[in-house]
């Protein structure tokens, strides 16, 4: 299976997750992300991620990730990539030991992929 195709699995099966699907970009989201621009939300995202669950120890984890505040805490619950457990469920990717670089870019991709997607569904101002 290539990535695309793995991708295209991954969103299906967040599709039929009732949690997950509830999730949306409100259209201030979507305005701050159009005011920044996409590189500037990936690297608030990459921030994120780095501050946020790549530690290897995370002592709030399942309450780290507001579910408002940002696009990008949104998008992580839409991803399921909000903490440690959702990741080990979701993703396959350990609870236990620091994220690394690769783990951590699979996670900013996702996430983008998500906003990317929000992104092509109308402003209703």
Not at 42 to 56: M, S, T, V
Not at 85 to 96: F, V
Request: hydrophobic share 35%; with cysteine.
């Amino acid at each position: 299976m290539d990535k695309q195709e793995w991708m295209n699995q991954l969103f299906f099966k967040l599709s039929q997750s009732t949690f997950r699907s509830q999730f949306h970009l409100s259209d201030k989201d979507k305005i701050y992300i159009q005011e920044k621009g996409m590189d500037t939300i990936e690297e608030h995202a990459r921030d994120f991620i780095r501050k946020r669950l790549a530690p290897a120890v995370i002592e709030n984890d399942g309450k780290q990730t507001p579910m408002r505040g940002h696009p990008v805490f949104v998008a992580q619950h839409a991803t399921a990539t909000c903490c440690r457990g959702c990741l080990s469920k979701w993703h396959t990717i350990s609870k236990h030991g620091h994220l690394s670089e690769k783990q951590q870019d699979y996670i900013v991709m996702i996430i983008m992929q998500w906003i990317m997607k929000e992104m092509q569904k109308k402003i209703c101002r």
